[in-house]
């Protein structure tokens, strides 16, 4: 029975490019969707009046009295404390050390907000109206740009003592591996984000002498495209990322032991070439126990995800 | 302040070759501590009956009359369900798949029984009483005949969604390693247990013609010996060991992100060689905001973990 509420929320999901900001319901129905480029090259101050002004336009839009709304909240991109709503230091964002952020947006729209990390928000979403509706306990892996990762434990997002918990694309995959972003060598990242997948596949042609001369590949479609080709070299670049990402996983499934692990971002389209060997790694690398209960899907909600898990959030603490 | 009590428990950790049972006050206090060799070689029915009657004989020995002893909490070897009571199959011992080993005891003993795996209830004793005493969140690392873990979240261990939770010692770090026991290649407890390291060892001292034409090392009392008389191939292996569980360990920080890591067991007493090298890995490989407020610690409990952790078990089921 599908409860019928007038409780909203704003809900926002804040990305370094792109903002989805929503309005939706207790039930996750979302009544209004607004997508817009993020405003953040002139800085913060600028930024957050980007936000306040994109959270008045899209109520505006929805043509919901203003009393209707009852909070806002947000996936942000990067590490910050969610108890308080501050924004640490995001590596993509200048100028936003240690910024009250949700202290400054309850000024601005009087109305209570709250504010997650947007992997975070993403396994959130999937928890409540996606691939994980219905489990309890769930890690999603956001494989996109970055590699991140929320876990969710009894309905909950897990923070860990600083705010660091669910890093899985800074775990280490391979001991002596190649270089990653973060200054480790050989994390999942540095293999398994789009960029890294990219490098690897331009290295493996140019090594076999494999692009026939082409230009280096500059985006994922064109490396679906090699595969639909037939192109065993690019192939085999894609099958090891899901065997690198099995490890990972295993390893995930052995010290977590959650019901299921979300898929999610851009990489997924690389579909079965990808997920098949990553999950015969997990079945080969993981205890049988761990495995037989744990479900390895692709995000339900795709770009929802991150704005249906801030919606969810802000609803959780005006319930509380 | 500490609360005078009269309310006691039987708290007993079994393991595969000896048992401990103890009677302990709502305190942690050990009022009456008993040790035995497990009388496990004749099968289930036989080892059910050895706990009973050394659960009477410890009884006894306490001078307590029995209906102070409110309960009994037991740690025992190998996956089993906690909430139930109920083991599966313990690699160690024969004929024990699926046997509920809680209600077989509550009826024997007439009194509310838990059980909890070794590792948890080692990792809720030091939690509790060792060198977690005041953390919310901790991970316990068993380093002895097998490498184990157990999770202490918000000061409730962490079971997972099939009770395997905090497997580190399966998690892989070495993809292409060596053959661990489990059936998978490269689990940190193929090189970190202690016959993982002895192998480990007595291989390198045959590779370099290290230990002049001597027996194979049988014990790590011996390979502590050898590093006391400066062997520098023993060393570096125990120091690569280290590098190893730092590895795993800088795993659990980015995944977890616990307040502290306890790391107990016989291999331990390697000391300093050992966990120097184990906390350099860990700060070169985890974000610096996990390793900032990640403390990681000895065992300050030594063999009393397990039984106080058992012990704390069934003293929180009867407080609820």
């Given at each position: 029975m599908t409860k019928i509420t007038n409780n909203y929320v704003l809900a926002a999901d804040i990305g370094g490019t792109n903002t989805r900001m929503a309005v939706v319901n207790e039930n996750g129905d979302i009544h209004t969707l607004l997508k817009k480029s993020t405003y953040c090259k002139e800085g913060r101050d600028e930024m957050i009046s980007f936000i306040v002004s994109f959270a008045g336009e899209t109520i505006e839009k929805s043509e919901l009295p203003i009393e209707e709304i009852c909070g806002m909240g947000i996936g942000f991109p990067g590490p910050l404390n969610a108890e308080t709503g501050t924004i640490f230091n995001?590596?993509?964002?200048?100028?936003?050390?240690?910024?009250?952020l949700r202290d400054i947006l309850e000024k601005e729209l009087k109305m209570p907000v709250a504010i997650e990390n947007d992997a975070n928000a993403a396994a959130l979403g999937e928890w409540w109206k996606?691939?994980?509706?219905?489990?309890?306990t769930l890690f999603c892996i956001t494989l996109g740009t970055g590699v991140g990762g929320g876990i969710i434990l009894d309905g909950k997002v897990w923070h860990g003592a600083s705010s660091?918990?669910?890093?899985?694309?800074?775990?280490?995959?391979?001991?002596?591996g190649i270089q990653c972003t973060c200054g480790n060598i050989g994390c999942l990242e540095a293999y398994a984000c789009s960029g890294g997948i990219l490098k690897r596949v331009n290295n493996a042609l140019l090594d076999e002498g494999g692009n026939g001369g082409l230009e280096p590949l500059a985006n994922l479609k064109q490396v679906d495209q090699m595969i639909m080709q037939g192109n065993e070299i690019v192939l085999n670049v894609i099958r090891e990322t899901g065997v690198i990402l099995g490890i990972a996983i295993a390893n995930i499934a052995n010290l977590i032991n959650p019901e299921m692990i979300v898929l999610f971002g851009g990489?997924?389209?690389?579909?079965a070439h990808l997920v098949e060997p990553l999950k015969e790694e997990v079945k080969r690398r993981a205890f049988k126990k761990a495995t037989e209960s744990l479900r390895i899907e692709l995000s339900q909600?795709?770009?929802n995800s991150g704005t249906l898990g801030a919606a969810k959030n802000i609803l959780s603490k005006l319930q509380n």
């Open positions: 995001p590596p993509n964002l200048q100028g936003w050390d240690s910024v009250p996606g691939a994980g509706s219905g489990t309890g660091i918990a669910g890093e899985i694309g800074h775990t280490t995959v391979i001991r002596d990489v997924t389209n690389l579909g909600l795709g770009d």
